[in-house]
């Protein structure tokens, strides 16, 4: 609440008193939580989210939409898929899955057998997004930002065991009630708007994260 609430509206006042003439936010998937509709379509209330995470983010986008209405403020939000690349969090999937492919003491626990699927986003591409987003003041618009291609977790898996050549340990784990099943972007609000085009496959993004954390941290294992 902190930082995703309170923060986004200290960052808002800023905006409106310096009469800043475009705010783009940094939302997620995870607003719309375990929903019918698929693939996920901003028009979706986004009424039930499933996190805490979640549920701070929505309440940014509707502060978010005050502060345009009072103040004429031309707010974009970026709802974001499962972004991924080098320098990721460390408490991510795909820095956990490349450490354990290193490290065989460490054991990754994969949700429901690695059936979840996510829609896995390449950093680069949504710093396209971003760098688009930055240039068209829309009033206030929510836009999808995501690959568009949902996979399974342990396709996931399977892709990061071929480029490390090892076997990755896991465990089997019931999946939190805050995890939704799928995450699935439709992006053709941003492709539309944006010119969005996401250039980067699964496979292809996971080679790039794969050369950087080698170089990163494969050395000190070795």
């Known amino acids: 609440m902190e930082i995703n609430y309170a923060g986004t509206q200290i960052l808002l006042d800023l905006a409106s008193s310096h ?3 475009q705010f783009v936010f940094a939302s997620t998937s995870s607003v719309y939580g375990e929903t019918d509709k698929l693939p996920f379509v901003e028009t979706d209330s986004c009424a039930k989210p499933l996190s805490p995470y979640a549920a701070t983010k929505r309440a940014a986008e509707m502060l978010a939409y005050v502060y345009h209405n009072m103040h004429g403020l031309n707010i974009t939000i970026l709802r974001l898929f499962n972004v991924y690349g080098p320098r990721g969090r460390p408490d991510m999937m795909p820095f956990k899955l490349m450490r354990a492919s290193l490290d065989p003491t460490c054991i990754v626990d994969v949700f ?5 699927k996510r829609d896995w986003t390449y950093v680069d591409d ?5 760098i688009s987003a930055l240039k068209q003041p829309l009033g206030y ?13 342990s396709t996931f898996i ?4 071929n480029l490390s050549g090892k076997e990755i340990s896991k465990r089997s784990m019931k999946s939190h009630n805050t995890e939704p099943t799928i995450t699935y972007c ?9 010119n969005f085009a996401p250039k980067t496959s699964v496979r292809e ?16 294992d070795h």
């Open 19 to 21: 009469k800043i003439t």
């Open 112 to 116: 429901d057998d690695g059936e979840i």
């Open 126 to 130: 949504v710093v396209d997004g971003f």
């Open 141 to 153: 618009e929510i836009i999808n930002i995501g690959c568009g291609n949902p996979i399974k977790l």
């Open 158 to 161: 399977e892709h990061i065991e």
């Open 186 to 194: 439709d992006n053709s609000k941003a492709r539309k708007l944006l």
């Open 205 to 220: 993004g996971l080679e790039k994260t794969w050369n950087w954390f080698q170089k990163e941290y494969g050395m000190n």
